[in-house]
């Protein structure tokens, strides 16, 4: 899925509101473009320390929207999602024929319906804020604005993962309209992001956002020392949420319950329905234990299209059901990818038997493919 730079997003915009004054000086109803958009916010007003708390949390619903998105998208190429709507939209995505002219795959941001499901601009969307919330704040001091410090940290996060994401789901992207990426290249450049957080003041759950981030920046580029140090940091417990809304549009919801359990828009393909774990490990297999984790079930409907068997997931109910970005479980699943053998069987048991589930013995504890295939 390689995709050339598109232009910074900001120089877009920039120019495209250059284009609408010049046509409102032309125009005989001049008066009528006067009006502010009350959806829209002046870029001049985020140079306003007042405005400081605005700009973070822009940045975080920005990035939490884009989030979203990548999960519909990479789930449909994946596997986890099956398209069961009446457009041709998102059928790229399952069929995998996704290219970079593709408005869905390209341009498609986080605004509009729930037929919006793009990769590619949602998430340099969130970057560009983000490194551009940075820097603001970054004119600022702390006589101007509270906890300054940590603002700038909170945005550095998520500029970070905005990064992380990219290089996980592309061959190759820009940034900030600049040369075209490899992922390790992008893998880089978000370890560079979380560094900074980890080396200013972030809060508690920015410095744990950060650091699981990292391990996975690192891991992605074979850093293994570095990765471990970071993911054996994060203690039991720590888990920070992507968070949504009750009220608003599907900008501010929960993407996959809109999709899923409103729309009738996605179905929950094959390969993760009726998902068992038995002693012996084997995983989807029709006996055994059912796996709790990956809870989905038959509605004895049809989707959208009315062809798709409709099969919902419990996971995500309700519009602002949040979803996990970094938890203690993932670092703890980073540490046996890198270290194997027992302790990887230690960590999948810890895991299993905190949700009720059968131990799993391998059948050679030294054989590091059989361990991290399960």
Known sequence: MTTKARGRAGRTAGRLAAVLVTAAGLS????????????????????????ANLLATSVKTDFECAFGIYIVAAGLIGDEWQDSQLAAALWPYDRRTSNPAGDQYATSGCSGGQLDVGLYQPLQTALFLADTAAAILGTFDDTQVTNRAEKIASVQAYAGYSVLLLGEGMCTAAIHGGPELTSQELFAEAEKRFD?????????????????????????????????????????????NAEYAATGGTRESNRMERMNVVGTIISVENDFRNLTVNPGGTHGTVSGTPDPR????????????????????????????????????????????????????????ALHAARGLPLWTPINVNDDAEVLSH
């Open 28 to 51: 005989a109803c001049e008066e009528l473009l006067e009006v502010e958009a009350p959806s829209r916010v002046p870029f001049d007003a985020f140079l306003n320390p007042a405005n």
């Open 196 to 240: 900074a957080v980890l080396g200013g003041s972030p809060t508690a759950t920015i410095r744990n956002l950060a650091t699981v981030g990292r391990a996975r920046a690192r891991l992605n580029q074979g850093n293994t020392a570095g990765a471990l140090a970071d993911a054996s940091a994060i203690t039991a417990g720590t888990r920070v």
């Open 294 to 349: 990956v809870d989905v079930y038959n509605t004895n409907q049809l989707g959208q299209d009315q062809t798709t068997p409709l099969w919902r997931q419990r996971k995500y109910t309700a519009r602002n059901t949040p979803i996990r970005l970094a938890s203690y479980e993932e670092a703890q699943l980073i540490i046996a990818e890198i270290q194997l053998g027992q302790t990887a069987v230690d960590v999948i048991n």
